[in-house]
């Protein structure tokens, strides 16, 4: 673990060894760590990269204040995984999936849509299926909700995104484990809602630091202030958003599975990677901001993905204090997508992606695994932080 410590700023410790970190994501890391309510450190996670105001794969503990553009805008983005059975309980293994999985990707494809934007991101019509209003309702019934009603923030699509994948990075596989299990494996979040709460927290933000006259290293970094209103709405708000992108990945697992004629064989796991939470470490109860973290404590298991078709873990927690109880939430960026797409081709991604079904096209080019960190030395770096359970390695990926 390298640690950094300067005067005027917390110190940075971060599990890093053998992993690269970029010098911006080093000096965003700094920005952060002078703001005056970070709680004793910033820890930082091997797949850390430059984002928005924070790295992404750095975890911000901090009493008093959030910094919503920490939390960013994918509110409550994570994964799920869920091990395979037939209708009556029987595992599914490795040989029982077609040689053939084009079909089974057309039926993922089918009951998933995928992307952003007008005609790929919304279920059809305005109908909801029973998955899907029986999350709705349990949602619309929070009273979270008319908090986020009473910002303004239009919530006019919700209905239709929820059991939808989004773009990006976003992905739905089907692994097979070392044992030749099979898994069903999903990664999105909050969708259009999500977002929309957290661009409009971000500006409140910006703006209680113009009426305080709050100067800031960034301005991305601007915070609400603990026993404010707007501090106490936006805890109710990305709560309930963290809360809509659970509901939002469980519906696309019931929904995968009544397409494809699986079901759960009983192992699930979940775990968001982009959230707060109030927790308690080193003795007092404090906000910690995961932003590309997901929460490691003693026991816990969570999902370490890697790049598109590559290895994934599920993991269990060794509860590291120093680390606040985290881990990192996937291998981590090495490179922007616009270098991603400058520097590799449509050949470059089908050698990379070969034995696995999946789109390779221009469109998902900067998706690549070399665009990545190498997962090994990922791992490597935070053996003091979590033990693998399982080892998944992709044959069929879905992506947004």
Known sequence: MRVIVEQGQAPIKMWTDGVPVEPQAEAQLRNVAR??????????MPDVHLGIGATVGSVIPTRGAIIPAAVGVDIGCGMVAARLGHPG?????????SD???ELRSAIEDAVPVGNGPGGSHLPGTILPGIVARAANRLWSDPAYQVILGHGVKTDRMSQQIGTLGGGNHFVEVCTDEADGVWLMLHSGSRGIGNKIGQHF???????????FINLPD??????AEGTKHFDDYVAAVSWAQQYA????EVMVDRILAA???SSAGEVVQCHHNYIGRENHFGENVWVTRKGAVDASEGRLGIIPGSMGQRSYIVRGRGNAESFRSCSHGAGRRMSRTEARRRFTVDDLRTQTAGVECRKDEGVVDEIPSAYK???????????LVEVVHTLKAVLTVKG
Do not use: C
Request: aromatic letters at 8%; a negative charge; glycine letters at 4%.
């Open 35 to 44: 703001m005056p309510f970070i709680f004793r450190h910033v820890a930082v």
């Open 89 to 97: 309980g029987a595992a599914v293994a490795a040989s029982d999936l």
């Open 100 to 102: 053939d999985l084009a």
């Open 202 to 212: 971000i500006e409140l933000a910006k703006e209680d630091m113009r009426v305080h």
């Open 219 to 224: 301005r991305d970094l601007a915070y609400l």
């Open 246 to 249: 659970l509901a939002n990945r």
């Open 260 to 262: 494809t004629g699986f």
């Open 374 to 384: 190498d997962l090994d030395a990922v791992m490597a770096a935070q053996a003091d």
